[in-house]
C-alpha cells in the first residue's frame, strides 16, 4: 500500500508559495535564504527522500515548474532518479508530458489518489504543488507531512494549509536539524475511527 508523503519547505507563518504577485524581487527564493552548508545540507535531505521514494505525484503548476527548470534533461545521481520515477500529474488541462515516466490524472482527486495509494508500494512523495496539497489534506490522503522550516515571517503568500472542513489530527514522529539551523520535522496522520 502507498504512502503519500507531503514535502515542503514552509516559513515560519506557514508559507510554501510565495505571492504570484511577488516576482522574486521582495523576497528572492528559498535558496537564496540558505547559506552553502544549509543548502548543500538540504540537498543531501532531498536526495535521500527521492531516493526512498516509489512515485511522485504533482500538480500540473508544479509539474509545470519541474520542466522549465530542465529537470527533465539534467544529469546526475539525483536528477537521474527522479527522470526514473514514475510521475503521477493531477490535472485536467494538462496535454504535453514532458518528462518521461509521467502519467496525466484526470479523475477525481480522491478517487484517484486513493486507486494509486493501492497501486503503489511505498512512498508517494508530493513535492511544492499547494493546491494539490491541500485537497489531499481535505480528502484524509496525506499520511505523512515532512516539513523544512525556514527561520522567515513573510506576512503574505500561499500557506500550507487553508480551511478544511473538519480537524486533520497529526503525530510528530521525528526532529532533525538540517544544515545549520533548518528544523525538519515529520508528522503522520493520525486516523480517528
Not at 504570484?20 to 524581487?25: F, V
Not at 547559506?35 to 521514494?53: L, P, T, Y
Not at 485536467?92 to 495509494?117: F, I, M, Q, R
Not at 489530527?169 to 526532529?175: K, S, W
Amino acid at each position: 500500500m502507498g504512502k503519500i508523503v507531503v514535502s515542503e519547505n514552509v516559513s515560519l507563518d506557514g508559507v510554501i508559495e510565495i505571492a504570484a504577485e511577488d516576482d522574486g524581487s521582495r523576497f528572492g527564493s528559498w535558496f537564496d535564504w540558505m547559506g552553502d552548508e544549509d543548502r548543500k545540507a538540504w540537498a543531501e535531505v532531498e536526495f535521500e527522500e527521492a531516493m526512498s521514494a516509489e512515485a511522485l505525484l504533482m500538480g500540473r503548476l508544479s509539474y509545470e515548474w519541474f520542466l522549465a527548470r530542465g529537470w527533465q534533461s539534467r544529469t546526475g545521481a539525483w536528477a537521474d532518479r527522479l527522470r526514473s520515477l514514475p510521475k503521477y500529474v493531477m490535472s485536467s488541462t494538462l496535454k504535453d508530458l514532458g518528462w518521461e515516466n509521467s502519467t496525466v490524472l484526470k479523475g477525481d482527486l480522491a478517487d484517484e489518489v486513493s486507486a494509486l495509494k493501492r497501486e503503489v508500494d511505498g512512498d508517494i512523495v508530493v513535492y511544492a504543488s499547494s493546491g494539490l496539497v491541500q485537497a489531499l489534506l481535505e480528502h484524509d490522503l496525506v499520511d505523512e507531512l515532512r516539513l523544512i522550516v525556514y527561520p522567515f515571517v513573510l506576512g503574505g503568500g500561499r500557506r500550507l494549509f487553508g480551511g478544511t472542513s473538519a480537524k486533520k489530527p497529526m503525530r510528530l514522529v521525528e526532529t532533525r536539524t538540517v544544515g545549520d539551523g533548518l528544523p525538519f520535522l515529520v508528522y503522520r496522520s493520525v486516523r480517528v475511527p
